[in-house]
């Protein structure tokens, strides 16, 4: 039997479904800190870590994470409301930022979304991001990322939108990732991903958009994604 090379997937599940992009404006997560307080140390110190891996901030966004200002009023970085001064969200797209993902990321524990696209992130995606059962939303595209797709990804159970297109990856999808119940986008194209597409991926019961083009991926399209 011979081998189809895939040069470009773009999959919609009922083959007729929209991407759909998910506003973090939308999370009602803002916290209504004033003043400075002591907070959790934990987030505190590994918002710290992810400062110190970012070797070049033009913009200077981060310049305001420092001991005179409590981290929940931090740039880029909101706290929840249920969960008192905890990290819910970290937003810091489009800033041109260059540096790698520290794996102190995986200690933010309450973290629901992660978006650092549109940068120069480089090396690998930490595998401690894996860590984070409460993660809703994970935004690393258009960045310089390096490696393989962590499996571990498939530890955070919550995960609805999964953006890690246009970066430098390489290896195999993990099958795991078939695990993540709740994914609804799902999106690697533009890297250099190969072999070929787990057909458990079919199992992504909520999936409503993949999108797998422009990589060097093989064999047919199950068609088990386009029931």
Partial sequence: MGILVV???LIYSFCDA???FYSSSSMQLDHPLTTRLEGN???RLALLAIKAQIQHDPNQVT???NESLHFCLWHGVTCSRKHDQRVAKLELMSLTLVGSISPHIG???FLRVLNLKNNSFNHQIPPQIGQLRRLQVLL???NSLTGTIPSN???CIQLVTLFLSRNNLVGRIPPK???LSKLKSFVLQNNNLTGDIPPSLGNLSSLEAIGLGYNNLEGSIPSVLCR
Avoid: G, R
């Fill in 7 to 9: 040069q470009f997937v």
């Fill in 18 to 20: 929209m991407f759909i």
């Fill in 41 to 43: 140390e934990t987030d």
């Fill in 63 to 65: 310049s305001s994470w």
């Fill in 107 to 109: 200690n933010l524990s």
């Fill in 140 to 142: 690393l595209n258009n």
């Fill in 153 to 155: 990804i498939s530890n």
């Fill in 177 to 179: 990732l078939s695990s």
